[in-house]
């Protein structure tokens, strides 16, 4: 049984940075997609950051871009998101991901990711 947990979700005032850990567990395969997503009450869900395991492919929203880093730690079975320089808008419930795989890049698109985890909020305050 694949299982996510999320954790590192917090209050920061803008500017401040903030760490979110991503455990995963039970998932067999050696090439696939984890991504990082967010929804802001009364918006969809959207990608932020993508990493191809295996492939070393990283995608980042353009919104993010400069500020956050995906990363994975193998031994650990943990994904990683360091959220530098935040601002007000990146307030959200931030989710993790895996599957997503189209080809040899990593997709946004939330239908093709198949489990996800519970969700972590992050708060950023002006």
């Known amino acids: 049984q694949v299982q996510l947990v999320e954790s590192g979700g917090g209050s920061v005032q803008t500017g401040g940075s903030l760490r979110l850990s991503c455990v995963i567990s039970?998932?067999?395969?050696?090439?696939?997609?984890m991504g990082w997503f967010r929804q802001a009450p009364g918006k969809e869900r959207e990608g932020v950051a993508s990493?191809?395991?295996?492939?070393?492919?990283?995608n980042y929203a353009d919104t993010v871009k400069g500020r956050f880093t995906i990363s994975k730690d193998n031994a650990k079975n943990t994904l990683y998101l360091e959220m530098n320089s935040l601002k007000p808008e990146d307030t959200a419930m931030y989710y993790c991901?895996?599957?997503?795989?189209?080809?040899?890049?990593?997709?946004?698109?939330?239908?093709?990711?198949?489990?996800w985890g519970q969700g972590t909020q992050v708060t950023v305050s002006s």
């Open positions: 990493i191809y395991i295996g492939l070393r492919w990283i």
């Open positions: 991901a895996v599957g997503g795989a189209s080809g040899l890049a990593c997709s946004f698109a939330t239908d093709k990711y198949t489990n």
């Open positions: 039970g998932y067999t395969y050696t090439r696939y997609c």
